[in-house]
């Protein structure tokens, strides 16, 4: 077997987190220029808001997200940017 493999387990706290993350960032991807808000997110992902809210912070902490305080939306930061790029 090969050590550096492992399979998450389903339900496991960690890959939650990262799948409702990577959602959250296509969700945020597909609306461009426009951006989206904490409350659509959360209602179309079926998340508590301070869940996506949480999760939404960490995003743009990293630079994979931006956030506009004035629109109060979320935009594709220069992390993803940089790695779409690739």
Do not use: C, N
């Not at 999760?55 to 630079?63: A, H, K, T, W």
Request: proline share 5%; charged share 25%; aromatic share 6%.
């Amino acid at each position: 077997m090969d050590a550096l493999v492992s399979t998450p387990q389903a339900g496991t706290a960690s890959a939650s987190a990262l799948g409702k993350g990577l959602k959250l960032m296509s969700a945020v991807a597909e609306r461009r220029e426009r951006g989206a808000t904490l409350s659509a997110l959360a209602r179309r992902h079926d998340l508590a808001p301070a869940t996506a809210h949480r999760i939404l912070r960490e995003l743009v902490d990293e630079g994979f997200l931006s956030f506009d305080p004035y629109a109060k939306t979320y935009r594709v930061g220069p992390a993803l940017w940089r790695i779409a790029g690739l």
